[in-house]
Antibody, heavy 125, light 110 residues
Framework: QVQLVQSGAEVKKPGASVKVSCKASGYTFTSYGISWVRQAPGQGLEWMGW????????NYAQKLQGRVTMTTDTSTSTAYMELRSLRSDDTAVYYCARAPLYQPKERRVDWFDPWGQGTLVTVSS | QSVLTQPPSASGTPGQRVTISCSGSSSNIGSNYVYWYQQLPGTAPKLLIYRNNQRPSGVPDRFSGSKSGTSASLAISGLRSEDEADYYC???????????FGTGTKVTVL
């Protein structure tokens, strides 16, 4: 079955970086993209960006431009999300999700399915 | 600061029909597909409706989606206790060049 398995919880100090992994199985990894979504405690969902597993093209949320980098390793069917210069308001559960585009070569991201189990990142001094 | 607006809560008794609204604008719902996600307590979100009104395999036909202009709705008919969850709408926003989520609606089964 299609599945995304994420790395474990992290505790980081303000100013540090975190890198979360998302290992895909059950489908052809390079045929889809991966979106990253985060959810602060008790809050709603926030889209962070998208990466093509086919060619590495990315589209980041403007709010996170310059602090976030998304990459993929096609040899292991794994996607990564690195967030730098962490602040306390980056404390959240981070999710990856399989996500195609509306059409190849365009920017609009389609549905998210399935989602990984989530990775709690806590930023605290 | 979500771009799509949902009521914070909705409720119903078992067997009733509950409808959740999602209000957007011409740059998101008005010109792109709408999606609905269900998040059960303590779990990851799950795709419920895609491309306005399509159900993934395995999603009961008690769940239905619709869209009109710059608004969309999710209807849950034959409400069951296991439907108690948070529900989020989502859409691509052309102005932001980003995927945006609704504010979320907590459904309670009385």
């Amino acid at each position: 079955q299609v599945q995304l398995v994420q790395s474990g919880a992290e505790v980081k100090k303000p100013g540090a970086s975190v890198k979360v992994s998302c290992k895909a199985s059950g489908y052809t990894f390079t045929s889809y993209g991966i979106s990253w979504v985060r959810q602060a405690p008790g809050q709603g969902l926030e889209w962070m960006g998208w990466i093509s597993a086919y060619n590495g093209n990315t589209n980041y949320a403007q709010k996170l431009q310059g602090r976030v980098t998304m990459t993929t390793d096609t040899s292991t069917s794994t996607a990564y999300m690195e967030l730098r210069s962490l602040r306390s308001d980056d404390t959240a559960v981070y999710y990856c999700a399989r996500a195609p585009l509306y059409q190849p070569k365009e920017r609009r991201v389609d549905w998210f399915d399935p989602w990984g189990q989530g990775t709690l990142v806590t930023v605290s001094s | 600061q979500s771009v799509l607006t949902q009521p914070p809560s909705a409720s119903g008794t078992p067997g009733q029909r509950v409808t959740i609204s999602c209000s957007g604008s011409s740059s998101n719902i008005g010109s792109n597909y709408v999606y609905w996600y269900q998040q059960l307590p303590g779990t990851a979100p799950k795709l419920l409706i895609y491309r306005n009104n399509q159900r993934p395999s395995g999603v009961p036909d008690r769940f239905s989606g619709s869209k009109s202009g710059t608004s969309a709705s999710l209807a849950i008919s034959g409400l069951r206790s296991e439907d108690e969850a948070d529900y989020y709408c989502a859409a691509w926003d052309d102005s932001l060049s980003a995927h945006v989520f609704g504010t979320g609606t907590k459904v309670t089964v009385l």
